[in-house]
């Protein structure tokens, strides 16, 4: 039997550790942190003595853009149960609140039905969804042209950038609205197109997973018997034809091994790495980010009609 080392329990990790068990293989899974799952993460709150599990890091899927995952999902028999993407924005500085769920939390402010303003934001939103299969076609090869380049250039305003495209990037992307200028405009665009964002009806459908998405997690790894936590792999190298392993619990060595981790991390272990290899993996940036899991309503719309599963509060 075949020996396979698979660093990183996220996604990757965890339906290559589940389909290479499945082929026979004897799989070996190491994890640095606390929790298999990886952007998985979900919270158990006790809420009027009932157990309610709480996703904090992946939410949702959905019917068009989720196929492997959809399949993945059939295969280990997990429920899933229809959720939403409603969108709120608050703007404080612009006294502004809106939400995208029907007409009524889009002039969730009543003084809105008379703001020529807010008309013509409106009016922008509307031309920016009909003319994005255009600039898709304009920009397509050009991946040094921004987002920001973009926006000026078809002469859309700061209303449009600050009420709309800026807060749903960054709530997408979890990055901060400057970082989302930068961003290729086609790359923006071409995201926003795959999920539906583009267009006011026919939308995907999003679902999530039931009892929390750590369930497709317990399962999927139900039949791995050897995985560990908390065992962060420092190094590997090939050694008489073998993959030798080095963690600072163990040494192993593998026939394979299949690193699913971020490129920075990936080039930290993998360090005899061949140039073209190291090129490719250094050309990946990320960033930290904080998930706070709360209760404050303050932080959210002051029309409760305009509340939404993405809340996006700008001081």
Known sequence: MKKVAVIGSGISGTSAAYYLNKLGYDVYLFESGSHFGGHTNTIDLDLEGQRIPVDTGFLVHNDRTYPNLIDFFEEL??????SEMSFSVVRRTDDITWAGTNIFTVFAQPGNLFSMRFFRFLKEVLRFNKESKKYLLEYEGKPELTLDEMLIKKGYTEDFKNWYLLPMGGCIWSSPTNEILNFPAYTFLIFCLN?????????????????????YIETALSQIDNKFLNEPVLEVVSEDNK????????????????????????????KNADFLTKNLLSKFKYQKNKAVLHFDESVLPREKIAWAAWNYLST
Do not use: M
Request: proline share 5%; charged share 25%.
């Open 243 to 270: 993959l030798k392993l080095i963690t600072e619990k163990r040494i192993e060595y593998f026939d394979y091994c299949l690193i699913c981790s971020h490129p920075p991390q990936t080039l930290e272990i993998f």
């Open 77 to 82: 028999k997990i429920e899933t149960h229809l």
């Open 195 to 215: 999920h539906g964002l583009l267009q006011i009806f026919k939308r995907p459908q999003w679902k999530t997973v039931l009892n929390g998405c750590r369930t």
